[in-house]
């Protein structure tokens, strides 16, 4: 994809890699990680997820991407940045590793995604969470989104449905 890497302090937030895409999995398939994820439990994944663990290096319009901690080497965490066909909206998506749930790594993250988007050309950023998602609530209001709508989502391959917020960041 040719992105350079975003850096923070204890971060590298680099381009999702094929022999990255089994710790992505293991966090979006997984009932505890990928609980208030659209992604379906483990037993119930597909195709789809073969196709892009095989692709996934080739821009298909969502930049992914994995954070690696900058002093261990380990994986921490997910993220993904979709833009609108004019890069002016950027939609935002991120898992972090329950390893290491509590210790900022998603505000860390979720502040380079946002400085990424910006520097591409976003002048608004949503990201779509469950309400019940407390701890993914919490990072957007600190990090000054809004909540700009409600709705829903179903988790794929269940018929388990969340309702959730669309939080907003407006960029200057």
């Known amino acids: 994809m040719g992105v350079k890497n975003l850096e923070t302090s204890r971060l590298i937030i680099r381009s ?3 022999e990255d895409t089994d710790f992505c999995l293991d966090i979006w398939l997984d009932e505890e990680m990928g609980k208030y994820l659209s992604d379906p439990p483990r037993e119930k994944a597909n195709d789809t997820y073969l196709e ?3 692709n996934v290096e080739i821009y298909d319009g969502c930049y992914y991407f994995v954070a690696v ?4 080497g380990n994986y921490i965490g997910t993220c993904s940045a979709i833009p609108s066909q004019d890069k002016s909206l950027w939609d935002l998506g991120y898992a972090i590793h329950k390893n290491y749930w509590r210790q900022g790594y998603a505000t860390e993250m979720i502040k380079a995604l946002i400085d990424f988007c910006h520097g ?3 002048k608004k950023i949503t990201a779509p969470v469950a309400q019940e998602n407390i701890g993914s609530n919490a990072v957007l209001k600190k990090l000054n989104f809004y909540i700009e709508k409600e709705g829903t989502f179903k988790k794929s391959g269940t018929d388990i449905i969340y309702d959730e917020y669309v939080y907003t960041l407006i960029l200057e």
């Open 16 to 18: 999702t890699r094929k």
């Open 120 to 122: 591409n050309g976003a």
């Open 52 to 54: 892009w663990k095989e």
């Open 69 to 72: 901690s900058k002093e261990t």
